[in-house]
């Protein structure tokens, strides 16, 4: 099935989740030939849940003080260590060189939905339709309710990881953008930990979140080579607020309603606590 999103690209369902056709295919490709390692650390997340957030924290876990110069940031370098960069699944890898020893293990980072639809509307808008109008909220919203969402379902998504998490919790991390936000020291403290990089002292802690800190990867110079995305959008296209609770200036009550309701639904006995 197919379906046209924003009015501006086609959406393509495989497997009960939406994709763009360059990423059926990438993930094709990856499913045929990828071959996970001892050392890879895979991280699977939605878009606009703050992938890029956390992809710039492993390398700085992993070697940030190597990279004292803006111009050495791996962030804008493109680290190599990133193996596959599809949109959905983006595995950085060791390489087995053991000054980089790592434990292999998935990340997961969930969203309060409505900052993920928000924030997807925005995004889409200025990426997608850059010369026309912005789409009808309303329109966007209707299609985010019904699932059809890049790599949706959101609900979908996220309880498959949840649940997961719970079975395999040494290997898979469920992180949220919320308490991240809230605690970043700890959270980031249990991320290093998790991927076998625990931190020695707090200079190393604050370094790193200095490093991925919203303000500075925003002013980071969005000329060079972001590795977010070659060929694709620019790298300021991925940090617009880097707030909580920005869905509040846009959903009517109806909408808010609406959206609570099929939370209430779909996260039933999950044990989820999505900040919504
Ligand atoms: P907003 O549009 O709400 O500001 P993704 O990387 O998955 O596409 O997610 C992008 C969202 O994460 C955007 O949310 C962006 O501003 C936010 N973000 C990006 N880097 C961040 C950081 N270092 N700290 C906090 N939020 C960040």
Known sequence: PKQTWF???ELYQWQGSWYFAPHLEAMFTAQLLFEARDDDIIIATLPKTGTTWLKSLIPYIVEGSKYEDDDDDPF???SPQFVVKTLE???FRGNQNPDLSMQDCLLSLARNPKDVFVSSWHFMNKVMRPMESPYPI????????NGVQIFGPYFDHVLKYWNESLK??????FLKYEEMKRNPKGEVEKLASFIGRPFANNVEIENVLQKSSFERLKNL?????????????PNSSFFRLGTIGDWKNYFTPDMQERLDHIATLKLEGSGLDLDI
Do not use: M, Q
Not at 168 to 173: N, P, Q
Not at 221 to 233: A, L
């Open 138 to 145: 309303e329109k966007a919203f209707e299609s985010f309710c």
């Open 221 to 233: 110079d969005v000329n060079k080579t972001g590795f977010v995305r070659h060929g694709g959008p």
């Open 76 to 78: 804008l370098k493109d």
């Open 89 to 91: 699944i983006n595995v």
């Open 7 to 9: 009015e501006v690209c």
């Open 168 to 173: 395999v919790r040494e290997k898979i991390l």
